[in-house]
């Protein structure tokens, strides 16, 4: 009966403890330059066209585009469901809420590199968590998934695979591959979302 | 140093194995507490027994004073680990079906799984049931995906969500259990019943 | 505990400090909770996988959750449930209470009581999945981490049963 009151005596004072003692925080956002340094060449910041692709057919909730290059250029085009945030304009208070926030993850993306590394090294100087590259731009993009070369028939399996989901990415996102071989991948796909944060924290849940 | 997987301190597979051995103490400690016996779960909502009320919310604010603490001392990075995102219409919906089971099958999926192994039939029952919405669930899923994904937040903690720091909110949290404790107690007594 | 009953099985308390240490070692050493109904949705997908591949091709979930897990079976839930297989029977082994039985109140059959199981299973089965995890995914182990979806979904879980609770009495008590 009694161990109520004992097991009250001491996790309330531990509790006391927890609410009175600062919170652990030496996981802070804001980088030294050789953090910074560390994370450039780890090339973390960088997430595929593929992964990309996937998560706009998906319509991942938990992800936007961020188009980075001048607002002519995004008004003649862009992808879907991309905002604009001009390289020039990254520093304005309009945007620190999107820039700086914990709820979902940005993706830069330019016509090549350069831009979006830039976009995102600035932001992740200033300690900004949550933003990401897309990797070789819209160039890139147009290449792998607007216009996906048909590996040779003896590639690799995961090659021809790798294919297929482009070309079905491709067509889901109105891309100009035609489809000449039948593909069972034409309908879109609408799935469950699922984290995929870079970040690696753990994947869990039900 | 924790999450000892994320920081590569050991592998995957390694994970899967320990993930095996977690999984027989939450089995015996679930069945210890008696939580094979549906109408012991069930007790809690009609007052009659409350050890669901106390073991549940004894793990949780055990658990949690545990990571708070680790994190205090270092051992665990809390920003690695994982924090269930929060939909909220979906949470909301998938929590009160979910309670309309509970009160009609008398377990929920994790001791269902316990009660089975100690060979309760009214368990296997309600595994066989859990397939049957589970497959209700991804067979029609094109029809609940908006429902499903509506309204998403973020992983926000609820401390952050009521403007509290972490540590007052935990210890608010540990104040109001060890207050449903005494209440628990109270109403055990005052509709007594056998032991079965 | 009450003079009235002589139970066998643990103090609450003692039980809720071993699950508490249970859950903290699940989230020191993979950085997650417990779970459970993740697991049987595994089950489910491979089995669609097995059975009918061409449907798991076209069906949306299973293509999604086939695109995004290598193999549903290899999953860290699947594992932790055949443990709470093993640990429920070990302990039910030393406290000597493995027998075949259908439980239920003396006031109804062991039939009604199964068709209650299985339905009552039908409903968690789908709110599991559609809540993001059961009691203890989503309720005991997002409380440990202080989410709010789960503390929502802890609150209607009770809250439901509770409201419902008096509909269901004959059932139990």
Not at chain 2, 93 to 116: E, H, K, L, R, Y
Not at chain 3, 161 to 167: K, R
Request: hydrophobic share 45%.
């Amino acid at each position: 009966m009694n161990i109520r009151l004992k097991l009250a005596a001491i996790f309330l004072p531990l509790g006391l403890i927890i609410a009175a003692v600062p919170e652990n925080t030496t996981k802070v956002y804001k980088l030294t330059a050789a953090q910074l340094l560390v994370e450039v060449q780890e090339g973390a910041q960088f997430m595929s066209t593929d992964e990309i692709a996937d998560m706009v057919v998906q319509k991942d909730p938990s992800f936007q585009l961020i188009d980075v290059r001048a607002q002519d250029e995004f008004e003649k085009f862009h992808l879907p469901n991309a905002i604009n945030i001009p390289l020039t304009d990254i520093l304005a208070e309009d945007w620190a809420d999107v820039l700086d926030q914990d709820v979902k993850m940005n993706v830069f993306y330019s016509n090549g590199n350069l831009k979006a590394n830039e976009a995102w090294m600035i932001t992740r100087q200033l300690g900004f968590a949550n933003n990401y590259v897309m990797q070789g731009g819209l160039n890139h993009w147009a290449e792998t998934i607007m216009d996906p070369k048909s590996p040779a028939s003896t590639s690799p399996d995961d090659e021809i695979a790798k294919y297929d989901f482009r070309k079905g990415a491709s067509m889901a996102l109105g891309g100009g591959a035609v489809s000449t071989t039948k593909s069972n991948s034409d309908s879109s796909p609408k799935p469950e979302i699922k984290k995929k944060k870079k970040k690696k924290r753990a994947a869990g849940g039900c | 140093m924790g999450p000892l997987v994320v920081n590569e301190i050991i592998s995957p597979d390694t994970n899967l194995f320990l993930a095996f051995l977690i999984g027989i103490g939450f089995g015996f400690v679930l069945e210890s507490s008696g939580f094979s016996s549906s109408r012991k779960l069930a007790g809690m909502f009609y007052g009659y027994d409350t050890t669901v009320l106390k073991v549940f919310f004894t793990a949780a604010i055990t658990a949690l004073l545990g990571m708070l603490f680790f994190s205090l001392f270092g051992w665990v990075d809390l920003s690695l680990i994982y924090i269930n995102p929060t939909f909220l219409h979906s949470a909301i919906v998938g929590g009160v079906i979910m309670g309309a089971g509970f009160i009609m099958g008398g377990f929920c999926p994790g001791t269902a799984f316990c009660a089975i192994s100690i060979g309760k039939l009214d368990a296997l029952a309600f595994i066989g049931g859990l397939f049957l919405g589970i497959v209700a669930f991804t067979e029609g899923y094109p029809l609940f995906e908006e429902l499903y994904k509506a309204e998403f937040m973020g992983t926000p903690t609820i401390n952050e969500f009521l403007g509290l720091s972490r540590g007052l909110f935990s210890f608010g949290l540990i104040a109001a259990a060890f207050g449903m404790f005494w209440v628990g107690d109270w109403a055990e007594k005052k509709f007594p019943r056998e032991e079965y | 505990m009450n003079e009235v009953k002589k139970t066998k099985y643990w103090n609450p308390y003692i039980g809720g400090v071993m699950l508490g240490l249970v859950l903290l070692s699940a989230n020191f050493i993979s950085g997650r909770g417990l779970g459970a109904s993740g697991a049987l949705k595994s089950v489910i997908v491979s089995t669609v996988n097995t059975v009918a591949p061409d449907h798991a091709e076209n069906a949306a979930f299973y293509k999604n959750y086939n695109e995004t897990h290598e193999n549903p079976m290899k999953s860290w839930l699947v594992f932790q449930v055949f443990g709470v297989l093993v640990g429920g029977f070990l302990s039910g082994t030393f406290a000597k209470r493995l027998k075949f039985k259908v439980e239920h109140s003396p006031k109804i059959s062991s039939k009604r009581r199964l068709v209650f199981a299985l339905i009552g299973g039908a409903f968690f089965g789908f709110g599991s999945q559609l809540g993001r995890g059961c009691t203890s995914g989503s309720a005991l182990s997002g409380m440990a981490v202080l989410s709010l979806g789960g503390f929502i979904t802890m609150a209607c879980i009770f809250g439901t049963a509770f409201g419902l609770a008096y509909f269901f009495r004959k059932n139990w008590i």
